[in-house]
């Protein structure tokens, strides 16, 4: 019963996994490129073979020999040779295992048991938390959600990647693109002008949106992502905090069956038109689109949201339309520190789940009139800091200059104002209202 109770006070760790994985790195230098793959610095228990881990990766990452000599004379450096045992503790590590062939297996058994130190502390963690009635409850929830996808996600977790190991990844990338002859590298919007520019939407990049009301933010947002989710096969979150998921199917539907959302609307519709519908129904009953359409998202509620998503159906791409009408969870600052605490928050989502990240704005009163600027971005200058890109959707308010009459169609800009790893620009597509759907422009139309 106590030896039983002693075990469970002593966190998961095996020391002979640990003295196998650093004797085998001590046998076959060439076999670091197997572990890192699996193991940091941290993932060990025990003091001494966290520091000569990190005392073999310092070498490596110097590209110098590792071998007793070298990384006996690297921890008398750092005056930590005697805290990892001495020399004698070194030298007895590469006699505890005969081959590094199996350092693979030694590595997966040190990783899984730092992996159970982890949930052990973050259980924890949320026990405490639990008991301290001050803290928010969904506060909790979002940090043990957070704390999880890490471990799930990653399963590796390191202050820091050198470039020899992102190097390999890099270059099967450009191969993968060079043998695929695939156009862009991130995902396409569906309008080839704009990813021209763009070369599609990249992971971890957070995207701004913005235009003035009934310019067609929502509506250019959900073609972007019908063309993610219904062509391309992608799995696409989208977050509507203005508008229900009903009457965002709806707006879908009138887009993709062509019809009049009217029509739709009201009901007058002709037995033709059901085929049309169904049709159109049928491609979104197929598309892996997600709807969440709480009103009043809290950001926290957002996040962990979306990580459920990533976790459950690996969506590629998020949408939210649209971002200033997300509640931060400190209500009590000012307007525009909580709009920069959202969008930090937002660029740190895109990073932390390695998905673009878009996200719909207004912009200025000030713009009526006139073609939007970065500094036209509503509530806070930190959106404009921390997107990647900003699109602004503009269109001239004269219809004699930039409206087909007779067919409804709206000419309009699309401004790339800002893409901090491609060129800015100006493209023209074709908003057509009854349909709510933006179509690509033909040259003919644009050089007219």
């Known amino acids: 019963m106590a030896e039983s109770s002693l075990k469970d006070k002593i966190p998961p760790h095996n020391d002979e996994a640990e003295i196998a994985t650093l004797g085998a790195l001590l046998l076959d230098p060439e076999s670091i490129a197997v572990v890192l793959r699996y193991l940091r610095a941290d993932d060990f228990y025990k003091s001494g073979h966290k520091k000569i881990y990190q005392a073999i990766l310092d070498l490596f990452s110097r590209g110098e020999a590792i071998d007793l000599i070298t990384l006996t004379e690297e921890l008398k450096t750092k005056e930590q040779l005697g805290s990892c045992g001495g020399a004698a503790y070194i030298s007895q590590l590469t006699s505890e295992v005969p081959t590094s062939a199996n350092v693979e297996y030694y590595a997966k058994i040190v990783q899984n048991l730092s992996i159970r130190r982890k949930m052990a502390r973050i259980a924890s963690t949320i026990i405490a938390s639990s008991f301290e009635e001050s803290i928010d409850t ?15 996600e990653k399963q590796v977790s390191g ?15 450009i191969e993968r693109g060079y043998h695929t002859k695939e156009s862009y590298t991130g995902i396409p919007s569906g309008f080839e002008e704009l990813d021209e520019y763009t070369s599609g939407f990249q992971n971890s990049e957070f995207i701004v949106i913005g235009a003035r009301p009934s310019v ?14 219904m062509r391309q096969g992608r799995a696409v979150g989208f977050f509507t905090l203005e508008m229900s998921g009903m009457a965002l199917i709806q ?12 029509k739709l609307r009201s009901g007058l519709l002709r037995p033709a038109d059901f085929h049309s519908i169904t049709e159109a129904a049928g491609r979104i009953y197929e598309a892996q689109l997600f709807i969440e359409d709480s009103p009043n998202l809290k950001l926290l509620d957002l996040r962990a949201l979306a990580r459920r998503m990533k976790f459950q159906h690996n969506i590629e791409i998020i949408f939210i339309d649209y971002l200033t009408l997300l509640s931060a969870e400190n209500m009590e600052l000012a307007r525009h520190e909580q709009i920069a605490e959202i969008s930090r928050s937002l660029k740190a989502l895109a990073r932390e789940l390695d998905i673009p990240v878009v996200a719909l704005s207004q912009v200025k009163r000030e713009t009526e009139g006139k073609k939007p600027t970065l500094a036209d971005l509503r509530e806070s200058g930190s959106i404009e ?58 040259k003919e139309v644009i050089n007219a």
């Open 138 to 152: 969904r506060l909790i929830i979002e940090e043990a959600e957070r704390e999880i996808f890490k471990i799930t």
């Open 385 to 442: 800091q921390d997107a990647d890109v900003v699109l602004f959707l503009h269109r001239e308010r004269q219809l004699d200059k930039n409206t087909n009459e007779s067919s409804n169609e709206y000419v309009t800009d699309v401004i790339i104002a800002k893409q901090r790893n491609g060129p800015i620009g100006m493209l023209k597509l074709v908003f057509i209202p009854n349909y709510t759907r933006f179509e690509s422009l033909s």
């Open 159 to 173: 202050s820091y990647y050198m470039a020899k190991e992102i190097i390999p990844k890099t270059i099967e990338a």
């Open 251 to 262: 707006r879908l539907l009138s887009s993709e069956a062509r019809l009049s959302s009217s």
């Open 216 to 229: 067609g933010k929502t509506a250019f947002a959900l073609g972007l992502a019908a063309n993610m989710s």
